[in-house]
């Protein structure tokens, strides 16, 4: 135990000292404590245990002096007191088992000169290997011993030594007096091993001696496997991705086709209702009118009032069921052509709905393939009666920009507006009509985009390249 300044610290056999035990501790005039133990008598420097309290140094350094350095026996006894004097002349004295022993430490020369190192010879599986400087060992290298010794023959048996293998260890390793370093498992790669060494007095000779190893690496463990090993998983991914890319194209080509078919059989059905309506129910409900009339004029009172009712009625039906028939396919748009039938369904959604409705349509005669226009029709129909149905908006802006192979539509409301992203990730809380406006934008060749947030109104602004339009 070392106590300075109110600090106690506990300094034993695994921090330097010889041993755990003492018989006695007596100090000399040159900075040493001779201590008495069961194996001798061992000497420590008193800087070193200060330095090691103070954390200076890992360890402290301990010389045993026993019968070949002149003791009789080695045992200091621990019987009686004292255990150990020094006289007036700094003498120590320790009593043994052998008798007194004397130590007089101004005889004692004190050696500063530090142990040449050297490697003496290494062994892989207990088999020598040539090592000058350098050694090489195979892939998977066990159980290397490297010998090494210092030499001097001043106090030879209480050298120390310390090792260290640097790019694997990160500390040195303390071996005593041993004099052979092990290393049961080596990695591949390239090792400096290192070995300083102490004489009796504690100088460390801080060059020491080096010996660089070179570990090879497994076939598996060179950088060209790896590369190889890398560079094929890499393609497997490419490959894996190329192929999900490719089902995920055709998946998205089969679905645009079942949508153009839907559409198209959807469109040549509503075609067919509308002659239908037209040709059929259209006759008679005209027949009907026709005869109520005749009725009106030949008829006097109650009868009269009746007939005029039928009349009536039959002039509702008529004008309900031209509105069904032209919703189902407007006719104008045979008749009169795009640009003037979208004219016509802003100017008629603007009245029914009493909304400001600004529009500007550039002439599209021949902008589209015939049988495609109804796309672009049903695209606009359906902005204006999501409009109506939902923005509660009191102005509304159709305008349509032809400007050489490109025609740009832009529908623009000031009404509630919405987040349409949530629409598309959520199609449950909408119904078809956007879907169906992208599938006929798809058909035509375009791109559409639509900027809304709640608040700010709503803008649907697409993108034709008429070239793509003609051959979709
Ligand atoms: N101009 C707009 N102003 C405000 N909200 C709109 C506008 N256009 C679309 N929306 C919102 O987007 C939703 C989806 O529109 P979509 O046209 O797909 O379906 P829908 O109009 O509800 O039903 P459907 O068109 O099938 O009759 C609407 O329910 C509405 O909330
Ligand atoms: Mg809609």
């Known amino acids: 135990m070392r106590i300075a300044h109110g600090t106690l610290t506990s300094i034993g056999a695994p921090d330097g000292l010889f041993v755990n035990d003492a018989t006695a501790i007596l ?223 055709r998946q998205q080509a089969l679905r645009q086709a079942f949508a153009q078919q839907v559409i198209a059989s959807q469109e040549a059905e509503r075609k067919r209702i509308a002659a239908e309506l037209h040709d059929s129910l259209g006759q008679h409900l005209s027949v009907i009118k026709n005869t109520a009339l005749l009725l009106w004029n030949k008829s006097a009172g109650g009868e009269h009032n009746e007939a005029e009712c039928i009349a009536g009625e039959a002039s509702q039906a008529i004008s309900e069921m031209r509105q069904i028939s032209y919703n189902l396919r407007p006719y104008q748009l045979d008749l009169l052509g795009l640009t003037k039938a979208l004219e016509e369904l802003a100017r008629r959604t603007g009245e029914a709905a009493h909304l400001q409705m600004d529009v500007a349509i550039d002439d599209l005669s021949s902008a589209f393939a015939k049988e495609k226009e109804i796309h672009f029709y049903r695209i606009v129909q359906e902005c204006l009666n999501n409009i109506v149905k939902h923005s509660r908006a009191t102005v509304a802006r159709v305008l349509v920009q032809r400007s050489g192979s490109t025609v740009l539509l832009l529908i623009r409301d000031n009404g509630t507006g919405f987040l349409p992203n949530k629409m598309e990730s959520d199609p449950a809380k909408g119904g078809f009509g956007l879907l169906g406006i992208r599938e006929r934008v798809h058909l035509l060749g375009g791109i559409s985009k639509i900027h809304s947030t709640p608040g700010t109104g709503t803008v649907v602004s697409i993108e034709f390249h008429l070239e793509a339009a003609g051959k979709a």
């Open 27 to 249: 100090e000399d005039t040159h900075g040493y404590f001779w201590i008495g133990c069961q194996l001798g008598i061992y000497r420590v420097k008193r800087q070193d245990l200060n330095d090691f309290a103070r954390h200076r140094i890992p360890r402290v350094n301990s010389t045993i002096f026993g019968t070949t350095d002149g003791l009789n026996a080695p045992n200091c006894t621990g019987h009686g007191q004292p255990h150990g004097v020094r006289d007036k002349d700094g003498v120590l004295w320790f009593p043994t088992q052998g008798g007194l022993a004397k130590i007089d430490p101004r005889i004692l020369d004190f050696n500063s000169q530090p142990p040449p190192v050297v490697i003496e010879g290494c062994a892989l599986e207990q088999r020598s290997v040539p090592c000058e400087k350098h050694v090489t060992l195979p892939a998977g290298a066990n159980n290397l011993e490297i010998r090494y010794t210092a030499l001097s023959l001043i106090w030879s048996h209480q050298i120390i030594f310390r090792y260290r293998l640097i790019g694997l260890d990160h500390s040195w390793t303390e071996a005593g007096n041993r004099r052979t370093a092990y290393f049961s498992h080596l990695p591949p790669g390239n090792f400096r091993f290192s070995v300083l060494a102490a004489n009796s007095d504690g100088i460390w000779n801080m060059v020491g001696e080096q010996l660089s190893i070179t570990v090879l690496p497994h076939s598996y463990q060179t950088l060209w496997f790896q590369v190889l090993v890398a560079s094929l998983i890499l393609s497997l991914f490419s490959l894996a991705w190329r192929m999900r890319t490719i089902r995920f194209d």
